[in-house]
C-alpha cells in the first residue's frame, strides 16, 4: 500500500513536470535557487514579458528587472528536458545584473557575454548540475537573450563550461585553473566603454579572457586591403574596419563611421 501510495506519487510529480510550464512563480523560483547559491540576497525583480523574444535584465527607476519570454523558456525546457536549463539562463541575466553591465544596457561587449555564461556554468556546478544539464540551454538555444549582441554558440559553450569546470575545482580543493597562455598573440583590442581585454592570436583568431580563464576564441581577424584598411574584425553578424593608424571603425547603418576601439601590437603592452 505504501509503495503504491509512492508510486502514485511519482506518476503525479512526472505528470505535473511534463505540464509545468514558465509560469513567473516556477521564473522566481529559478532565480531564487541561482542567488542561494551565490550567498545573496534576492532582490531581483523577476517577471514575465511576451514583448521580450528571449530573456533579458535591465534596470528600471531602482529595481534590478530580469524579463523572459515564457514560450522561449517553455521551449528550452521541451528541447533540453532539464529545469536546469531554465536556471542557467536566469543565472546568466544574474549575471548582468552582478557584473554592472545593465548599467550601460547599449554597449557591444561580447566579452560581458562569456562572462555571464561562465558564471551560470559556475553556479550550476554549485547547484549540483551535471556538465551535460549546464550547457543544455545553450544547446538549444545558443542564444539566451534577445540582443543581438553575442559571441558564436561554440565560445559561449566553452564560457560556461569553463565556469563548471572552475567550481568543481573549488570543490575538490583543487588549485585555481592555471593560467597559461600557450600561443602567440599579434594584438592587444580595446573597444571603447568595454572593460574586456581581446587579444588577436597568430592564426588570426579573436580571443577573450579574463584573469581566472583559458582563452576562448569568440571571432576572427583577417588582413585586408581595403582603401585605408588593414585588418577585419568579426563575431557573428558584427564587422569592425582597422585602418592603418590602428584605429577600430564600425560602418552605421546610415551616416559616418564611427570610431569605436583600438589595436594596438601585443609586443608593446607585454613587459
Ligand atoms: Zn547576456
Known amino acids: ?39 545573496l540576497m534576492p532582490n531581483f525583480t523577476v517577471r514575465e514579458d511576451p514583448n521580450v523574444r528571449t530573456a533579458v535584465a535591465y534596470i528600471k527607476g531602482h529595481d534590478r528587472v530580469i524579463a523572459y519570454n515564457a514560450s522561449f523558456i517553455s521551449t528550452i525546457l521541451d528541447s533540453s528536458r532539464t529545469d536546469l536549463a531554465a536556471v542557467s539562463i536566469m543565472a546568466h541575466e544574474i549575471a548582468h545584473h552582478l557584473l554592472g553591465h545593465t548599467l550601460e544596457p547599449e554597449a557591444v561587449r561580447p ?114 586591403v581595403k582603401g585605408e584598411f588593414r585588418y577585419e574584425l568579426i563575431w557573428q553578424d558584427h564587422t569592425f574596419q582597422v585602418d592603418s593608424r590602428r584605429t577600430i571603425w564600425r560602418q552605421a547603418e546610415h551616416g559616418m563611421p564611427l570610431q569605436v576601439g583600438r589595436m594596438v601590437p601585443y609586443a608593446s603592452e607585454a613587459r
Not at 7 to 23: D, E, F, K, P
Not at 177 to 197: C, I, K, Q
Open 1 to 39: 500500500m505504501r509503495l503504491l501510495t509512492f508510486s502514485l506519487a511519482c506518476l503525479a510529480a512526472t505528470v505535473l513536470q511534463a505540464q509545468v510550464r514558465m509560469n513567473e512563480a516556477a521564473a522566481k523560483e529559478a532565480v531564487y535557487r541561482v542567488v542561494r547559491h551565490s550567498g
Open 111 to 224: 566579452g560581458d557575454e562569456l562572462a555571464c555564461d561562465r558564471y551560470s556554468g559556475f553556479i550550476l556546478q554549485r547547484m549540483g548540475a551535471t556538465l551535460e544539464e549546464t550547457l543544455a540551454a545553450m544547446k538549444v538555444a545558443g542564444d539566451v537573450h534577445g540582443t543581438e549582441k553575442h559571441p558564436p554558440r561554440h565560445a559561449r559553450l566553452q564560457a560556461i563550461e569553463q565556469g563548471w569546470t572552475e567550481a568543481l575545482r573549488l570543490a575538490r580543493g583543487e588549485d585555481p585553473m592555471e593560467y597559461h597562455v600557450d600561443r602567440a598573440f599579434l594584438h592587444v583590442v580595446r573597444m571603447a566603454g568595454d572593460a574586456n581585454t581581446y587579444y588577436v592570436d597568430a592564426d588570426g583568431r579573436l580571443v577573450w579572457f579574463n584573469a581566472h580563464a583559458e582563452p576562448i576564441e569568440f571571432g576572427t581577424c583577417t588582413e585586408i
